[in-house]
Structures are given as C-alpha cells and as structure tokens.
C-alpha cells in the first residue's frame, strides 16, 4: 500500500465543534476550484467531523487522491464500481453512515448529471443512494452558469430534491472574465452543512458501520522480533461430526496479527477457527490448530525463538472426556460429562518463570474474556503468571466476540491499570504493542547495561 503521509497541521486538542462525532462525504467534482475541497475538509474537522471524501473521474486531474486520503485518513472513494477491501460496496457504506454530503465545488456536468440520477460516479451514485441531507456548492464559469439548462438543474435539485445549495459568489473567475460562479466562501459551506444537519441524531457512530481507516504510518519498532499471536476458537470433538466450540470470530487476533507486521515483525499465526480472512505475506506463517492441544502444541513449537507471545484465541475451557468414535444417535438422548481442557497460557507462564536468570525471556500478553464483572482479571494476570492481561466483557454492546470493535481493560504485572474506551480491534492492537514495544526495549536496555557491568567486574 502507498505510504500516507500524515497531515502536518492537524491539532489533536482542538476543542469538539458543532460536528462532533458526525461524518461528513465531501463530493469533489472537476473544477478549477477544486484545491478550495482541500480546505474544506480541514474546516470540516476542526469542527470535529469525521470526513471522507468522494470523487469524480475528472477531479482526480485537479486534485490527487492522496491529498485528501491524508487530510481525512479515509482512502478516496472515487471508484463506483470497486470495493472496500472488505468487500463491502464504497458508496453505499458511506451512503448509510454519512450525516451529510456535500458536493463542493459542484461542476455545470455534475449538476445535470444529478438532475438525471445518472449514477455513472461516485458523487452522484451516493447522493442518490442515501436519505441524508445533501448540500451542493456550484462553481463553474459565469455564462455557465447563468445557461438554462444549467439553472433548470440547480433548480431541480434544490426544489424536487430537497438539497441545500449554496451559491455561488460574484467576482473574477479562473477564465478571467468576471461572474456569478466562483464558490462560495468555506466558511458559508461549513455553516450550510451544520445547519442541514440540525439536531439530527448521529446516523452511525460505530467507526466499524463508518468506511475504512487507512493504516497509520507506523515506525518498524518491532522490526526483528518474532511475534506469536493465537486467534479464533477452539472446538473439541463430541463424536465424528460434532464439537463444542465458542463464539470468537478471531478478528481480535488477527488485528493483533496485521498491528504486528505493520510495526515490522515476523509474525506466526495460530488460528483455531476464525471467520475472518487471515493475514498473508512473507513476514507471516499461519498454522491451523482445531482443538485446544493441537493450539498449544502449535504455540509451544513457535515460542522456541519468540520474543512476544499474545494468546488472543478463545480457547475451550472444557473438552469431552470420551469422543465417540461414530456419529451418536439422537435416540440415545445424550448426556456429555466434560473435562477441563489445558491452560495454555498458564502453564507457559510457569516455563517462563522457571527460566535461568540472565535467559531471555518472552513477553506475554494474555486476554481475558469475562462477562458482568472484570474483578477476577487481576487474579488471572497473577495465576497466569503474564505480564499484560486485557480484558474485557464479551456481553458489552460493541465489545468482544464478533464485533469490529473492542473495550478493554489493560493490566500491566508492574501495577498499572488502563480502561481504554470503545475502538476499533486494530486500534486496541496498537495499545497493546506500544506496551510491548517499551517493554521490550526496557529490558534489552537493561541486558545491555547488565553485560557491561559483568565485562567491567571480569
Ligand atoms: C482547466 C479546467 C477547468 C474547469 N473548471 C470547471 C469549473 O470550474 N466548473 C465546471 O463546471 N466545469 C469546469 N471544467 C469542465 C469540467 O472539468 C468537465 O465538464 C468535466 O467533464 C466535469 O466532470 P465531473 O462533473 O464528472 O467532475 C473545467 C475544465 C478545465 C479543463
């Protein structure tokens, strides 16, 4: 993927403005005025709005794609007929998720496009695809303007549709003749969005129902280091056909998984079952493992040289003590005596701790997931013997199996507690490896520190 480069203005602490918390589809379409988009979007964010911006065939030639991918950290949409990496169809995501869209500067051919509902673009084909309020900022040549046809447009996008359009301005034009077509002032642009808007109810602050992030550029900080991470869930057989399994999609772990190779490591994913598509690439080596043996069998054979391990997976806590070796008749009723299965992660938290002072120890990351109460948390991060446990409760809405998003909790063996709110799995990725990436260079500063003082003492 090309690199992203950030945008250098953007203020963090900005106060929340009047569209805190909505997204706003900026549609740019071929005009000379096009640049003016750039600041439109930035005035859009510093009213706190989350924007993407949509755009026609003919804008790319004014303005890159990247300029507005780096200002909003959404990729452009600019092809109708592609689809989001996730196979979800572009326009009509932000079509159902934007609180308005505004097409600024609006050209004379996107007009009457618009007037016809030919959906031949990404601009027009999500303002026809969605109820949200549509505000239109035209900017073209004066006589183009003024042409019939031209207003008989304007005309019906504002009257039988029900769009907001903000007028152009008089005064000097690109062409040099002077005019009624220059675009409107953003300020006035940004004034028309809020109020189109009004009161209206957020229409979708879940960022997984919102389009796609670009990935942060990231720093390789864990460039040479074998990461191991676990996804998905475990099953235990009953019988030749049958399991017990849970309902952990794996999209956790391989979040964790993608965070990790972003940030340059060699990673080994062991995936049980995962309903999500897995990682791929040469930095990455994926291993199935059906049951829960087969899981920690897998993980033990991986740590052998890793310097992280991240046990995301779900794994069964109980197995069937007897499998039956053909497929059980329903006549017989059933009765399943159940067995504990292996702690995984406890018992490589024992090995860990049994190591020789001066080896080098693997940084563990455990998860807990927990329903109604997080207080046994803490004894798990001791019992388990880990130096990060996150955790979370799988019955919040947002949270846990299955969904795109993730509020965890994240205990530190030194003491420290974090409740990270509602975000996105790979977000919550990359708190967790900024925690291991300062970890890990805190220890190999202290390994360092230690040889020097035994050279001295030699
Ligand atoms: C240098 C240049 C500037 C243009 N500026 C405008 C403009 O400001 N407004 C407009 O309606 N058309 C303008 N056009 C014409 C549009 O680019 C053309 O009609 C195009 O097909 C619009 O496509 P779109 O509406 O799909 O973006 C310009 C063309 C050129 C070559």
């Given at each position: 993927m090309t690199a992203i480069p950030t945008d250098p203005t953007a203020n963090p602490a900005a106060e929340p403005g009047r569209l805190a918390g909505r997204l706003i589809a900026v549609g740019v379409t071929?005009?000379?005025?096009?640049?003016?988009a750039a600041d439109l979007v930035r005035r859009l964010r510093d009213e706190g709005a989350d924007v993407v911006v949509l755009m026609t065939s003919s804008a790319i030639r004014f303005v890159g794609e990247m300029t507005f991918a780096a200002l909003t950290r959404h990729p452009v949409e600019s092809d109708v007929g592609g689809l989001l990496p996730d196979q979800r169809i572009g326009h009509i995501v932000v079509a159902d998720s934007a609180d308005a869209i505004v097409v600024a500067p609006a050209t004379a051919h996107w007009l009457a496009a618009m007037a016809a509902g030919l959906s031949g673009d990404s601009v027009t084909a999500t303002c026809l695809a969605t109820t949200a309020p549509v505000i239109v900022a035209p900017a073209m040549d004066g006589d183009m303007y003024a042409h019939p046809a031209t207003q008989a447009n304007r005309t019906r996008l504002r009257d039988d549709f029900g769009y907001t359009i903000v007028e152009p301005d008089a005064g000097p034009l690109a062409s040099g003749q002077s005019g009624r077509g220059r675009l409107a002032e953003t300020g006035e642009i940004v004034d028309a969005v809020v109020a189109a808007i009004g009161a209206s109810p957020i229409r979708a602050s879940d960022p997984a129902a919102r389009p796609p992030l670009v990935d942060e550029p990231r720093e390789?900080?864990?460039?040479g280091r074998h990461v191991v991470v676990s996804a998905g869930g475990t099953a235990e057989p009953i019988d030749p056909v049958r399991f017990i399994t849970n309902r952990s999609s794996g999209r956790m772990g391989v979040a964790l998984a993608d965070a990790a190779l972003a940030r340059g490591a060699r990673v080994t994913l062991v995936a049980g079952h995962v309903s999500v598509p897995l990682p791929q690439g040469p930095a990455v080596q994926v291993v199935h493992a059906a049951r829960t043996s087969d899981l920690g069998e897998a993980v033990r054979a991986a740590m052998r040289d890793a310097d992280v391990l991240v046990m995301a997976a779900a794994v069964a806590d109980f197995r069937p003590r007897a499998i039956a070796d053909r497929k059980l008749n329903r006549d017989a009723g059933l009765t399943l005596e159940l067995e504990p299965t292996e702690d995984i992660l406890a018992a490589i938290g024992a090995d860990v701790a049994a190591l020789p002072s001066g080896a080098r120890r693997p940084y563990l990351v455990g998860f807990a997931a927990e329903t109604g109460?997080?207080?046994r948390a803490a004894d798990k991060l001791r019992r388990k013997g880990v130096d990060l446990l996150v955790a979370n409760d799988v019955a919040e809405e947002g949270s846990g199996f299955g969904t795109d998003t993730n509020h965890v909790w994240i205990l530190s063996a030194d003491g420290d507690q974090v409740d990270l709110p509602l975000r996105s799995k790979r977000a919550v990725a990359d708190e967790i490896f900024d925690r291991v990436v300062r970890a890990l260079d805190d220890r190999d500063v202290a390994a360092q520190t230690d040889r020097v003082t035994q050279e001295k003492q030699a």
């Open positions: 071929g005009s000379i005025a096009a640049y003016k390789a900080d864990l460039e109460s997080l207080d």
